[in-house]
């Protein structure tokens, strides 16, 4: 049970990673076409 939990945050933390580097590359294409 605790393992599986564990694993589910991973999961979270790794779509969190995802989503701010995907994140930072909008904000540098962005200012790049700036």
């Known amino acids: 049970m605790a393992l ?3 694993q589910q945050a991973q999961q979270a ?3 969190y990673d995802k ?3 995907s994140r ?3 904000t ?3 200012s ?3």
């Open 28 to 30: 540098l294409m962005r």
């Open 4 to 6: 599986r939990a564990r």
């Open 24 to 26: 930072h590359v909008l």
């Open 32 to 34: 790049a076409i700036i």
């Open 19 to 21: 989503v701010l580097s």
């Open 13 to 15: 933390t790794v779509d």
